[in-house]
């Protein structure tokens, strides 16, 4: 090797001297007739050749070896004995034979000192890598030649490169991406997994500037890379950097100083992770349990605010027949009655928002919904928008409630209409699609399997990115004062969600808006047709009723109601009043018991508990909240009748009619639910 031989050319003339004297006193050549002591600087050099831990050879012009050191036996296992008077391409590997050979030439050609790498066999077979530094003496007619052992040498290059062959195999085979940067700012590290994160090949990198810093973020890249320069560990450091086409990329890395032998900071090593899509995760999950924690409080409200409102509902009707010969009081009475409609509809809205209303959802064709959407918007519209409609002939059908169904798309397609003052194209779209788990992995709320895609699109100006995420909050809304509720888009939202589905929204600005609604697929088959709720052509009767409500106002005025209607009403406030009534054998034709009481019994508790007592039994339940031991995720458990608060006297008749109808509690029972959503 250079160094080596650089090392040691110094002393090969004195070794030509001295393998002169060596091949002159030693080789053959007669001695002089005085016999005294070699001089003392021969004495000297055949010291250095017999002491000598590299091996030196002396060869005739046809590579005869003449003369060897002892150290031949430490490196080859030859005593020089069995080396001298062999040719030495006997001992040299048969690789490594021509380029010896034409080392020797150009020695002998030139007369110059020259540094090459040779084999030798040692005499247990084993190859003995050696570092030769040789001359030609012309006058002597000889080589003479200096070899290294480098088997130690080439054990640790080998090592080296081991190490760094594994080394570049686990950077390459690492998902994180591993860089470094040099003290002033280049390349000297890019994984593969850099160039699949950043875009950039290795090539296009290595030894330049990096040149991933977006604009407007110098400063904060200069502050850490100059921190991590000064000897700083960095660990989870979140930046956002650019890729080779120029989109942004969030990335957590970790930095930590590389050191010299001499303990100095000369470049900085990154691992970098790709944190874009956990970012949208955190950012949709975020996003989710503040929905949810909206939802809660929108749906403790809106329990709140019914049973005030069936206290309303319940006795404007009565009142309005008791004024209705005086005209000033039935105008007041009606304004009393429109505010009541206005705030059932506020609840039921917010109540849809939270995935607490009650649903009845069943094999249901879309593509008919859509139509007939279509056809209730088509007078309100106007002339200046057009209606296109893409169903798909073999659209599935979905599990939902079509009802729910129909005032969900109403309420995107006025939204639509909305977003268009000036006329534009709205586009009512049904097909079926497959969300597979790379879908589900990129949105946390939905799970992969098939759907029912309905899809309502608009071309108005479309919505602005930083209020995308907002548009499903309640009361949210861009209109003027007066003009919206913000309550429309949170309703299909929640209707949606509690459906088992899953909703998405797409906008380009002056491109338009799409809301895709995505509906868990149903069977082929049509459900049969459902009856319709009983009727007796009555609305009034003379049965007992057993009401049990915890409310004061609301038990006053569903007795209030009952009564009008011609009904006896026994009250009770809570389950154990009822079941003491029943075990002193009070005599009633109907259980009307409101679903969340407090004690240790619910509605449904006590009307299992009073089935045991009294049979057969008839029930109706009532709520202004549908998370109960009947209603899971807002369905009706089957064979259930609710009757949903706030409800008008007309509701609450018509109800109670059903539930005398019917034969006995839990047997061939349909589920009905009945409001006031007007």
């Not at 030139?110 to 040692?122: K, L, M, W």
């Not at 950039?200 to 400063?219: D, I, Q």
């Not at 319940?314 to 009606?334: N, Q």
């Not at 907002?470 to 969600?497: A, N, Q």
């Amino acid at each position: 090797m250079p160094e080596y031989a650089l090392a040691i050319t110094g002393w090969v003339a004195a070794l030509v001297f001295a393998g002169a004297f060596i091949i002159h006193g030693f080789a053959g050549r007669p001695a002089a007739a005085d016999q005294s002591a070699p001089p003392p600087q021969t004495d000297l050099y055949r010291r250095i050749f017999e002491t000598s831990l590299d091996l030196l050879l002396v060869t005739d012009r046809k590579g005869l070896l003449v003369d060897i050191s002892p150290s031949s036996k430490d490196i080859l296992g030859y005593e020089p004995g069995e080396m001298t008077g062999h040719i030495g391409i006997d001992f040299i590997h048969p690789d490594d034979l021509e380029p010896t050979r034409t080392e020797m030439r150009l020695a002998r050609r030139g007369g110059e000192t020259r540094n090459f790498e040779c084999r030798y066999i040692h005499k247990d077979g084993h190859a003995v890598p050696l570092v030769w530094t040789g001359v030609w003496s012309e006058a002597e007619q000889r080589h003479f030649f200096i070899g290294r052992d480098a088997t130690l040498r080439k054990t640790l290059e080998a090592a080296e490169r081991a190490a760094k062959n594994m080394l570049a195999a686990v950077v390459d085979a690492s998902p994180v991406a591993i860089l470094c940067l040099t003290a002033d700012r280049a390349v000297t590290v890019w994984s593969r997994a850099a160039e699949q994160i950043f875009g950039y090949s290795a090539e296009e990198v290595l030894g330049r500037p990096y040149m991933l810093v977006p604009a407007g973020h110098e400063p904060q890249y200069d502050d850490l890379f100059t921190r991590a320069l000064a000897g700083e560990t960095l660990r989870d450091i979140r930046v956002t950097r650019s890729r080779k086409d120029g989109s942004p990329v969030d990335i957590s890395f970790d930095a930590a100083p590389m050191r010299g032998p001499d303990g100095s900071i000369h470049a900085v090593a990154y691992a970098l992770t790709d944190i874009t899509e956990r970012n949208k995760l955190e950012q949709q999950l975020r996003q989710s349990q503040k929905m949810d924690a909206i939802g809660q409080l929108t749906g403790g409200v809106a329990h709140d605010f019914n049973n005030m409102l069936t206290a309303i509902t319940g006795t404007i009707d009565i009142l309005a027949d008791a004024v209705a010969d005086k005209p000033d009081l039935a105008a007041i009475a009606k304004l009393i009655s429109e505010a009541a409609d206005r705030g059932a509809e506020l609840t039921s809205r917010l109540l849809a928002f939270a995935r607490k209303q009650p649903l009845q959802p069943a094999n249901t064709n879309c593509n008919e919904s859509v139509t007939e959407v279509g056809k209730l918007l088509r007078p309100t519209m106007g002339e200046n928008i057009d209606i296109e409609w893409k169903l798909a002939d073999d659209a599935w059908p979905a599990i939902v409630d079509p009802g729910q169904l129909v005032t969900a798309i109403i309420n995107l397609a006025v939204n639509a209409r909305d977003a268009m003052p000036d006329g534009g194209k709205l586009t009512l779209e049904t097909a079926n699609v497959t969300l597979d788990e790379e879908y589900a992995g990129q949105h946390s709320e939905v799970a992969a399997g098939r759907y029912v895609m309905i899809a309502v699109s608009d071309t108005g100006p479309g919505i602005p990115p930083a209020i995308r995420e907002k548009v499903f909050e309640p009361f949210f809304t861009t209109k003027g004062v007066g003009k919206g509720t913000g309550l429309g888009l949170s309703m299909v939202y929640g209707f949606v969600k509690q459906s088992g589905g899953h909703i998405k929204l797409y906008s380009e600005q002056e491109q338009g808006t799409t809301f895709k609604i995505y509906l868990p697929r149903g069977d082929q088959k049509e459900d049969p047709a459902k009856s319709p709720l009983a009727s007796t052509g009555a609305s009034e009767g003379s049965e007992t009723i057993l009401v049990v409500e915890d409310d004061p106002i609301v038990r006053g005025a569903v007795t209030t109601q009952l009564t009008s209607l011609g009904y006896n009403v026994i009250i009770a406030t809570n389950a154990a009043e009822a079941l003491a009534l029943i075990d002193n054998c009070v005599a009633f034709d109907l259980l009307f018991t409101d679903l969340v009481m407090p004690g240790t019994m619910n509605g449904d508790q006590l009307a299992k508990e009073a089935a045991k007592r009294r049979s057969p039994l008839k029930v109706l339940f009532t709520s202004g909240y549908t998370e109960s031991s009947v209603i899971h995720h807002g369905r009706l458990d089957p064979g259930v009748l609710l009757l949903a608060k706030p409800y008008r006297k007309a509701d609450l008749a018509r109800m109670v009619r059903e539930a005398l109808a019917r034969p006995t509690a839990g047997t061939n029972q349909k589920r009905v639910t009945a409001n006031t959503r007007r």
